[in-house]
């Protein structure tokens, strides 16, 4: 993809800065505007250990519906023509936040590329629940998802490059 021609934002959600990192190698490669998709009320340690079983982690995947607040929407989203949109897997998925996001956008018309870091996972079911759960989802192109967990500056470029 050509991006002297497209305006491109570089959304990204983040607990431990694995993501941030990837996203700010998808920036460089695209001259897109970085923006941190952050919940109004941020996860603490506690909200983010699966093994407890009432954590918010576990809530939030475990009803689908759970709509975290954002703390702020990007500015003048609508400008952009395609929005990377990157996130640690949680559960072979993308956690609920992202959906917040997803949803604080108008995409009919646009482009949607997610990207991911995980502990191993590939980057799971996050295409298969953006479309089923997405407004005008079908008016989106969704382009195949990338996992960029350590990936170098290079491999980044010739990613987006192939897009
Ligand atoms: C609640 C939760 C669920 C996770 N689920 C998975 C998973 O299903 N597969 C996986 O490989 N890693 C999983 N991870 C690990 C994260 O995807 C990985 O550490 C990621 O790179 C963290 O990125 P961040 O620092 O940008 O938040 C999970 C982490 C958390 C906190």
New binding site residues.
Partial sequence: MDFSEKKALVAYF???????EAAEKVAAATDGKLFEIQAKEPYTDAD?D?RVPDSR?NREFKDPTIRPELLKKAHCPGKYDVYFVGF?????VYPAIVQSFLDSLKLAGKTVVFFC?????NSGKSIAFAKEHTKDADKVTWLDDKLL?NASPEDVKAWVDAL
Avoid: E
């Avoid at 983040?14 to 941030?20: C, D, I, P, Y």
């Avoid at 640690?88 to 072979?92: A, D, E, L, R």
């Avoid at 870091?117 to 996972?121: A, I, V």
């Fill in positions: 983040s607990t431990k800065g694995v993501t941030k983010l699966w982690c640690p897997i949680w559960y072979g870091t995980s502990g191993g996972s967990t």
